[in-house]
């Protein structure tokens, strides 16, 4: 009902005259907590009005609020069907910045600014080197489910066949390797861009994505002719070290102290502290904690699983461990900094990324192979490595004038899935689990 305002004195209306008076309310406004989600409301009333004067009848006009009627409709609160594949994004072109240009740009003159005032960068932790309580278990938990993916992936890959190009970066997992023409290597044009399958392993399903390891992220930049002082170790775990987990091999510094920063000038490192000599034991064998962070030879060093229960387990604990990483590695990438080139697969943990000249994409020689830093994804730290959906993995390979029907879902889940475990709902529409794949006659007839 329309909110009527209050009773107004019409000891100045002279009834007896004709016409029509306007008179002014003045109203205080209600308090209301969402004031977009009210509408003004107007009505026309003809009432019987008791003044000072004998009875009169008019036609008055009310103006009041209500709350706004929001019309839901069914088709936006159900979840999406179907979804579009991920774009392949083109090699010719720098990846698009995941923070828009103009707030990039309206954040360094702020920092120019007070830079030039004299006014030191307001830094919380850990842009000033110090360690996130509340993030340290969470870097315990991403590392442990680290482990858990590797491990479970190995094992999986004794039961679950998957099929590598021997020219490019395409993967199958099934009985047999697709028929889609979508290759692009070297000798693709001979083969008519068929693919030319090949056993795959471990790191064709999780990508090698590494990092340099560095004691002090906030000391100096790696620099070309100093790279190899410095060991290249699985980005995830670098992060996870960063975020506060000690391992004896890979030591780290813990400051007490904060860094302070005037601009991009760095006037205090927060103490100086000599990096100690690491001990790490090259012996594959031994019971080392590297050796469970790595996939190196990981495929040899888990058995193959004897019961069909166990490997159903194994699929489950595999899944939830990717589900734990990928919300990980999102919690930390929010607090710590980690870089990403914008023109190839280079990922740096810290505050600014390396010098080394490394980067060999598009227009690299513009750039003497320096990388294009810009801030990173979660998708390229931990990227999904996204593969064709098989509904049916014992029947035909998939088809090329088939290919608009088909979906897709992570390498890690496609594998995962066909081992026995559960899909997320998160991947569903993408697979396209509701889609009756046609015979090669009648695909012409779906519109």
């Given at each position: 009902?329309?909110?009527?305002?209050p009773?107004?004195?019409?000891?100045?209306?002279?009834?007896?005259?004709?016409?029509?008076?306007?008179v002014?309310?003045?109203?205080?406004?209600?308090?209301?907590?969402?004031?977009?989600?009210?509408?003004?409301?107007?009505?026309?009333?003809?009432?019987?009005?008791?003044t000072?004067?004998?009875?009169?009848?008019?036609?008055?006009c009310?103006?009041?609020?209500?709350?706004?009627?929001?019309?839901?409709?069914?088709?936006?609160?159900?979840?999406s069907?179907?979804?579009?594949?991920?774009?392949?994004?083109?090699?010719?072109?720098?990846?698009?910045?995941?923070?828009?240009?103009?707030?990039?740009?309206?954040?360094?003159?702020?920092?120019?600014?007070?830079?030039?005032m004299?006014?030191?960068?307001?830094?919380?932790?850990?842009?000033?080197?110090?360690?996130?309580?509340?993030l340290?278990?969470?870097?315990?938990?991403?590392?442990?489910a680290?482990k858990?993916i590797?491990?479970?992936?190995?094992k999986?890959?004794?039961?679950?066949?998957?099929?590598?190009c021997?020219?490019?970066?395409?993967?199958?997992?099934?009985?047999?390797?697709?028929?889609?023409?979508?290759?692009?290597?070297?000798?693709?044009?001979?083969?008519k861009?068929?693919?030319?399958?090949?056993?795959?392993?471990?790191?064709?399903?999780?990508?090698?994505?590494?990092?340099?390891?560095?004691?002090?992220?906030?000391?100096?930049?790696?620099?070309?002719?100093?790279?190899?002082s410095?060991?290249r170790?699985?980005?995830?775990?670098?992060?996870?070290i960063?975020?506060?987990?000690?391992l004896?091999?890979?030591?780290?510094q813990?400051?007490?102290?904060?860094?302070r920063?005037?601009?991009?000038?760095?006037?205090?490192?927060?103490?100086?502290?000599?990096?100690?000599?690491?001990?790490?034991s090259?012996?594959?064998?031994?019971?080392?904690?590297?050796?469970?962070?790595?996939?190196?030879?990981a495929?040899?060093?888990?058995?193959?699983?004897?019961?069909?229960?166990?490997?159903?387990?194994?699929?489950?604990?595999?899944?939830?461990a990717?589900?734990?990483?990928?919300?990980?590695?999102?919690?930390?990438?929010?607090?710590?900094?980690?870089?990403?080139?914008?023109?190839?697969?280079?990922?740096?943990?810290?505050?600014?990324?390396?010098?080394?000249?490394?980067?060999?994409?598009?227009?690299?020689?513009?750039?003497?192979?320096?990388?294009?830093?810009?801030?990173?994804t979660?998708?390229?730290?931990?990227?999904?490595?996204?593969?064709?959906?098989?509904?049916?993995?014992?029947g035909?390979?998939?088809?090329?004038?088939?290919?608009?029907?088909?979906?897709?879902?992570?390498?890690?889940?496609?594998?995962?899935?066909?081992?026995?475990?559960?899909?997320?709902?998160?991947?569903?529409?993408?697979?396209?689990?509701?889609?009756?794949?046609?015979?090669?006659?009648?695909?012409?007839?779906?519109?």
């Amino acid at each position: 009902m329309p909110q009527q305002f209050p009773a107004v004195s019409l000891a100045s209306w002279n009834p007896s005259q004709r016409g029509v008076c306007f008179v002014m309310v003045e109203r205080k406004r209600p308090q209301l907590q969402a004031v977009r989600s009210y509408s003004v409301q107007l009505k026309v009333r003809h009432e019987n009005i008791q003044t000072n004067c004998p009875i009169t009848s008019g036609t008055f006009c009310y103006g009041g609020q209500r709350p706004a009627q929001r019309f839901s409709s069914k088709k936006q609160e159900a979840c999406s069907q179907n979804v579009d594949l991920p774009p392949i994004l083109p090699k010719k072109k720098k990846k698009p910045y995941p923070i828009p240009l103009k707030k990039i740009q309206q954040t360094a003159r702020a920092e120019k600014k007070l830079a030039e005032m004299g006014i030191e960068k307001p830094l919380e932790p850990p842009k000033n080197g110090l360690l996130v309580p509340d993030l340290i278990p969470v870097a315990y938990e991403t590392l442990d489910a680290w482990k858990i993916i590797i491990r479970g992936v190995a094992k999986l890959l004794h039961i679950v066949p998957v099929h590598a190009c021997n020219e490019c970066s395409e993967i199958h997992v099934a009985q047999t390797g697709h028929e889609i023409k979508d290759c692009h290597g070297p000798t693709s044009a001979k083969r008519k861009s068929l693919h030319s399958w090949v056993k795959g392993s471990i790191n064709d399903v999780l990508l090698p994505i590494e990092s340099y390891h560095m004691y002090d992220p906030f000391g100096q930049r790696i620099k070309h002719e100093t790279r190899f002082s410095y060991d290249r170790i699985p980005a995830i775990v670098e992060l996870c070290i960063q975020a506060g987990v000690d391992l004896p091999e890979y030591p780290s510094q813990r400051r007490t102290k904060p860094v302070r920063m005037i601009g991009r000038k760095v006037i205090d490192r927060g103490g100086f502290v000599e990096e100690p000599e690491r001990c790490i034991s090259l012996d594959l064998t031994s019971t080392s904690s590297l050796v469970d962070l790595d996939t190196h030879r990981a495929f040899e060093r888990y058995p193959t699983p004897t019961e069909l229960e166990e490997v159903a387990r194994i699929a489950q604990e595999t899944m939830d461990a990717y589900e734990k990483v990928q919300w990980g590695v999102r919690k930390l990438m929010r607090k710590y900094t980690v870089k990403a080139c914008g023109y190839c697969s280079e990922i740096h943990v810290g505050p600014w990324g390396h010098n080394a000249k490394l980067c060999g994409e598009f227009k690299h020689q513009w750039r003497d192979g320096k990388h294009g830093w810009q801030d990173a994804t979660v998708d390229e730290v931990f990227p999904p490595n996204y593969v064709w959906h098989v509904q049916d993995p014992n029947g035909p390979p998939l088809r090329s004038a088939l290919k608009r029907f088909y979906g897709k879902a992570p390498a890690v889940v496609e594998l995962c899935m066909q081992a026995g475990s559960e899909v997320p709902n998160k991947y569903k529409p993408m697979m396209r689990l509701d889609i009756v794949v046609p015979e090669n006659d009648e695909a012409f007839l779906v519109a």
